[in-house]
């Protein structure tokens, strides 16, 4: 992200790979609890340790434009295969009635996820199929250290059936309003093909990964 907003910075004023910062909310210790912040133009990590350990890596916003630079392509790429795994049936099932204009649970909007949930339910998937879901969402847990990573998407997995996918527009995630969803007990992750802001001929991506139970390590009740 930050090499493409130095690209993006060659060709409008207001972006820069400068233009990141850091932060901490309580004091960085192997006891206790405190959360460190990654901040800047499509970036926004938040994790939460406490007595050492990650408690929470999320909410994980990122974005990207122009998409050929491939920082965020294992992740579309995996939302893509995830799709591609469904047949005609399930897709149909996995539509959604309407599209968005943005990542629908993004920045600003902590807990302001749907009432009812929308989609394909996993457990009515195969196991290569129910793969293919745990292979997307590691993409963003992936961001924390191997062991913490391991056990989020272990409990992601043991909620794996009651997780529903969703989509909008195109599978392949290429063009303006593209748009597909994983909504579990737990897990929440968007990813959303925007117009380009930059390069208006083009898209750029949004995405969003959050935790309706350990956003902000569960420091906050958004209720």
Same mark, same amino acid.
């Given at each position: 992200?930050?090499?493409?907003?130095?690209?993006?910075?060659?060709?409008?004023?207001?972006?820069?790979?400068?233009?990141?910062?850091?932060?901490?909310?309580?004091?960085?210790?192997?006891?206790?609890?405190?959360?460190?912040?990654?901040?800047?133009?499509? +970036? %926004?990590?938040?994790?939460?340790? @406490?007595?050492?350990?990650? /408690?929470?890596?999320? =909410?994980?916003?990122? #974005?990207?434009? $122009?998409?050929?630079?491939?920082?965020?392509?294992?992740?579309?790429?995996?939302?893509?295969?995830?799709?591609?795994?469904?047949?005609?049936?399930? +897709? %149909?099932?996995?539509?959604?009635? @309407?599209?968005?204009?943005? /990542?629908?649970?993004? =920045?600003?909007?902590? #807990?302001?996820? $749907?009432?009812?949930?929308?989609?394909?339910?996993?457990?009515?998937?195969?196991?290569?199929?129910?793969?293919?879901?745990?292979?997307?969402?590691?993409?963003?847990?992936?961001?924390?250290?191997?062991?913490?990573?391991?056990?989020?998407?272990?409990?992601?997995?043991?909620?794996?059936?009651?997780?529903?996918?969703?989509?909008?527009?195109?599978?392949?995630?290429?063009?303006?309003?593209?748009?597909?969803?994983?909504?579990?007990?737990?897990?929440?992750?968007?990813?959303?093909?925007?117009?380009?802001?930059?390069?208006?001929?083009?898209?750029?991506?949004?995405?969003?990964?959050?935790?309706?139970?350990?956003?902000?390590?569960?420091?906050?009740?958004?209720?």
């Amino acid at each position: 992200m930050i090499e493409a907003d130095a690209d993006l910075g060659k060709n409008r004023d207001g972006y820069s790979s400068a233009n990141y910062i850091i932060a901490f909310l309580g004091r960085p210790s192997a006891t206790g609890k405190w959360q460190l912040q990654l901040g800047g133009h499509h +970036l %926004a990590i938040n994790l939460t340790f @406490e007595d050492g350990r990650v /408690v929470g890596a999320s =909410p994980n916003f990122m #974005g990207l434009e $122009p998409p050929e630079n491939t920082t965020l392509k294992s992740n579309h790429d995996a939302m893509v295969a995830m799709l591609a795994s469904l047949n005609t049936a399930q +897709l %149909a099932q996995a539509k959604l009635a @309407e599209g968005f204009g943005d /990542v629908y649970v993004g =920045p600003g909007k902590d #807990g302001r996820f $749907p009432a009812k949930k929308s989609g394909i339910k996993a457990s009515s998937l195969n196991k290569k199929q129910k793969a293919l879901i745990i292979s997307a969402i590691q993409n963003w847990v992936q961001i924390v250290d191997d062991e913490s990573a391991k056990t989020i998407l272990s409990s992601y997995a043991k909620q794996l059936d009651d997780t529903y996918i969703a989509f909008y527009g195109g599978t392949e995630l290429k063009n303006r309003g593209d748009y597909v969803r994983i909504d579990g007990p737990q897990v929440w992750i968007e990813f959303i093909c925007q117009p380009g802001a930059v390069y208006p001929q083009g898209i750029h991506y949004h995405t969003i990964y959050r935790d309706c139970i350990k956003d902000y390590g569960g420091s906050f009740n958004f209720k």
